[in-house]
């Protein structure tokens, strides 16, 4: 079974009657009701995690000897 990520928020009622509200980033099984009443809401999970990675993370401290430039605050 793979795992699914809802990729917009939505609401829909389960064949018992219970309404049910899934989220963005929401995780559930390919077998889940939810994506087989909406399958194009949904992506595998092994695609959003290789999307996260390869997005370019800024280093949050300086290096040693590197300076940081700071805009000055508009007053």
Do not use: H, W, Y
Request: proline share 8%; glycine share 2%; hydrophobic share 40%.
């Amino acid at each position: 079974m793979a795992i699914m990520r809802c990729k917009e928020a939505f609401c829909f009622t389960e064949s018992n009657g219970v309404e049910r509200v899934l989220t963005p980033g929401a995780l559930v099984e390919d077998s889940d009701p939810a994506v087989k009443k909406a399958p194009a809401l949904f992506e595998p999970a092994e695609i959003n995690a290789a999307r996260s990675t390869e997005r370019a993370i800024e280093q949050a401290t300086a290096a040693p000897a590197e300076k940081r430039a700071r805009k000055p605050r508009k007053v």
